[in-house]
């Protein structure tokens, strides 16, 4: 009888201190991963901004020289989110369209449907 009061409470207590075990080891992992998204939402934030402003220069809102001072500001930025992100025209997962919110895995991108480079 006794074994198998401890046989049981040996399992309820793997049952309830897992959960707690499972997330302190991958903590690491979901941090990681919320920085590259969060480097990934900003990305696109520039990238939308830099729309904009090509938008604003194409119905003379502002001067060439305007233009070219915002959107090289914004470049800059891109390249050095680029370098954090390590992006490369070789990375896995790249489109020529210049999208980087691939599926993971994907072999065509869902954005232009143009085969990934591998």
Known sequence: MDFLLLLYASILGMIL????LYFSLNKNESEFNYSDNKL?????M???NLRDL????ETKK???SDFNNLS???IKKLEEL???MKLTGNEENSCTCG???HIPMAIYCYHCGNKLKA
């Open 17 to 20: 201190i897992s959960p707690f």
């Open 40 to 44: 990934k939402i900003e990305r696109k």
């Open 46 to 48: 520039l990238l939308e």
């Open 54 to 57: 090509k938008t604003d220069f």
């Open 62 to 64: 502002f001067s060439e």
């Open 72 to 74: 090289s500001d914004i």
């Open 82 to 84: 680029d370098k954090k």
């Open 99 to 101: 999208k980087i919110d």
